[in-house]
């Protein structure tokens, strides 16, 4: 299953960037175009939480479950956060992605509750733009950009 789930992980978050990339793109165009919302930033807003959410139960599975990366550090924690490499992984890479996935619901949240297209425009670039940010910061890009099972 390990390498089902690393695969997994690999590629989906190429939708994630994606998703995100279109996402933000659309509320920064809004906001300074000055255009009225709809359909298209709904469904993207939609499918950049959706790959959202499913990386993150594919990255809880491989750290709890079936990397040997991470369980392999709930025996001696101490010795893994001396390691750069395995504490990257054990801490830094699952706390702020918790938090990119917090910041790109609270956009889909805020944004739906704005009184006007001008606030949720606003609202999605800030919240969205955090959390593309956050993703793109705690990508391992030394690892496999593609992967195969
Ligand atoms: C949107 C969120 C996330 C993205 C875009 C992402 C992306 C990635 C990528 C590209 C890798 C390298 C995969 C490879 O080497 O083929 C990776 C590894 C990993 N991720 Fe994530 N990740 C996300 C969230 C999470 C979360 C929330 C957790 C856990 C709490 C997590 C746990 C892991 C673990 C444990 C590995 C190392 C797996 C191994 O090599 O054994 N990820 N992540």
Redesign the pocket.
Known sequence: MYPFF?FT??WL?WV?LVAGIIVVAFAWLGWLGKRSWGKRERIWGMIFNSS?DL??LV??L??FVF????TSAFGNFAAAMQNAAQRF?VVE??VV??F??IFAHLGSVFSKKAADDRGRFRRSVIWYTLALVL?LAM??WD??LV?GM
């Open positions: 690393l992980h690999n978050r994630v959202m990386q993150l990255g809880l491989l750290y990397s040997p990366l991470t992984f890479h699952g992605m918790l990119a996935a993703v990508i391992p690892r496999p992967r």
